[in-house]
């Protein structure tokens, strides 16, 4: 697959101004895992160094240890000081001494962000070093600083910040250590439907909780979510989040977008809902969206009302759910309480377990999925 495919497939744009639940089966799998896709320099966040789920497998962005350099002594900063756009970060919110912070190895890398895998007062944890703007480094700290104090369920948990004489900021967080849900639908291990279930109600949870906090992610896709060791996803990667009422940029991954986002509608809740239906048919299919069109190509497919076929293998209900949730008219979408009050009741129907044994030990050579692409409109 080459380069310049994947960099199209997932190119990122910051611009300002299914049968009943009842017949679910523990044995159910998908045929083929999807295609290798995201290349090192596009991932935006891999808080993570996944173990291996297929010792087949090439490498990918959290499995890279390149060589780097480590960041000089770490000095306290507070922004919450700083007389520019203050009113944007939290003064509860202040630096953390990361002076001993041991980095081992850099897990992730990005057009705007390292990321390693690091000690910090004797426990393992991930951190982002950002060369980015100092808004956004404000932004992404404020809003898991907040989700992190309030508990907030399947996001990723946020440890502190610091900065040092150059001007980069580290964002410290928790380390996930199961990689990233791109990383695991590109392996080829076996995933039962009962457990996508249960990946697919983790992310509707973080959605819901984040819309009742009145907050947009903006940029929801597998490759911003993370497994726990216990098979729980968390969400991360909140450089783009905004609250409801907050003026907006054009922000987001252009294969996960929202129809209504090209033609340069502002961001909503149901735009983060065709995300989630965008990454729900990845669960259920292991494939990339949109993976053989270019940008452009991409826009005009997604416009027009086109949508990636859903599996036959894929359950009626989540089949329903996906296609209600990519609806070309936003009003149809349903809200993240109504997603997850759904699959809340799939889940009770087919009783799932949420434990690693959902996933057979037995694990198949990666196949190449080169079955025609169609699409279905609306």
Known sequence: MSSSRRKDSIARLFVDTSNKASDIKKTDHADKPRNKHHPLKIVELAVVDGFPLDPQRTLSAHDACDDFSLPPTLSLYDPSNDETDNDAFPTSLKPIDMTDC??????????????????????????????????????EAAFLHKLTELNAPNIVQFIGYSTDNLNYFYLGMEYVPGGSLDCLLDSARELSWSLRISFMLDIARAIDFLHQMKILHRDVKSPNIFLRANFQLVLGDFGSAIYFDQKQSFAGTIAWMAPELFAQKPATPASDIFSVAVTFWEIASRQVPYEAHKEQSMIKIVSEGHRENIPLTCPKDIADLITESWDQDPTKRPTAGKLLARLSMLAEKSKINVSPIDVPEKEKSAKRNTDQKRFRSF
């Open 102 to 139: 041991k980095f081992i190895k850099k897990i992730g890398s990005g057009s705007s962000a390292d990321v390693f895998r690091a000690t910090w007062q004797n426990k393992d944890i991930a951190v982002k070093k950002m060369d980015f703007s100092y808004i956004q480094f404000k932004r």
